[in-house]
């Protein structure tokens, strides 16, 4: 398993060693111990799946406010999607930054976002299946988002197509707009 650095601080693509011969291939997607090894420090309580039937479907951008934040590790297991997180933890020096990669069933991918930042991601493909681990149990009280196309964030995604929406995500505040309790810790 390996371990790639992103320029947001605490965010980190994974990438599984992956064994294959004739009959297919064998993962690991998550190990206590290897994660420890990295100093990372994480008690998943929560599997997710979604499943996206259309190309330019966009969830988020997502986050539990404290106490009940999660941290996520986010994988790709059919079609592929551009994932992304924002920082918004306030003092950061990356406050209002964003992180994009590609998760495919292919490549076999995942991101790691800790708590304090958003999370969203916009299908590539048709049939998308996502799959992610939270350390905290969802709850509603605590939910918050910050809209897709903020012009502070301006992310890049990578399709231009005008996204499939919830009717929760149209109506998301802009990150300035949104009140929270992420303060950046040095």
Not at 150 to 162: G, M, R, S
């Amino acid at each position: 398993m390996k371990f790639i650095k992103t320029h947001l601080e605490d965010v980190l693509v994974v990438e599984p060693a992956v064994f294959g011969d004739h009959r297919g291939w064998f993962m690991e997607t998550y190990s206590e111990a290897k994660f420890h090894e990295q100093e990372l420090r994480y008690q998943f309580v929560q599997d997710n799946q979604s499943y996206s039937a259309v190309k330019g479907t966009l969830r988020g951008l997502h986050f539990q406010l404290n106490p009940k934040a999660q941290t996520k590790l986010v994988r790709c297991t059919r079609g592929s999607i551009f994932d992304v997180a924002v920082d918004i933890r306030q003092g950061s020096p990356s406050y209002g930054k964003w992180f994009g990669v590609e998760l495919t069933a292919e490549n076999k991918k995942q991101l790691l976002i800790p708590k304090g930042f958003a999370h969203g991601f916009m299908t590539l493909s048709e049939d998308v299946e996502v799959q992610y681990k939270c350390d905290e149990l969802y709850a509603p009280e605590c939910d918050g988002g910050i809209l897709w196309n903020d012009p502070d964030i301006a992310i890049e995604w990578p399709i231009d197509v005008t996204p499939v929406l919830s009717a929760k995500d149209e109506q998301a505040p802009l990150l300035k707009d949104v009140k929270h309790n992420f303060v950046y810790h040095a």
